[in-house]
């Protein structure tokens, strides 16, 4: 993700041009992306975590700050992560200048790593 978001920004201020390195180096990470939501999304369910949802009701879950985090705001900003990945990469594929593409995709998987960096600095502090 930091090499695509860097190579993407690096990329649009040297005025490259799009190359197939591009085109792949991009789709790993949309590739990856898809991988990560999916184990994320099979561990979710089959965490004893996800038993909380039976046992309190939302409002409980809302109010306990550890509930909150790997029911709500964990699974949310994973999908919110691979949304932003995927549009920058479908925008990007709607245009021939190679500089729309880039800052497309620097934009969205920008946004996308931000938010990943942000879901791990909150794990880290709960």
Not at 23 to 51: A, D, E, V, W
């Amino acid at each position: 993700m930091f090499f695509g978001t860097s190579n993407a920004i690096v990329s649009f201020f040297k005025r490259k041009f799009f190359k197939p390195f591009h085109l792949r180096l991009f789709l790993f990470g949309l590739i990856f992306s898809y991988i990560q939501i999916f184990i994320g999304l099979t561990l979710y369910l089959i965490s004893p975590k996800f038993n909380l949802w039976y046992e309190f009701s939302i409002i409980k879950v809302i109010k306990n700050k550890e509930a909150r985090f790997f029911l709500l705001e964990y699974p949310l900003t994973n999908l919110l992560m691979v949304f932003l990945i995927t549009v920058g990469w479908s925008l990007s594929q709607f245009t021939v200048d190679s500089r729309k593409k880039f800052l497309r995709i620097g934009i969205f998987y920008g946004l996308g790593f931000i938010i990943l960096i942000y879901r791990t600095l909150k794990l880290n502090s709960i």
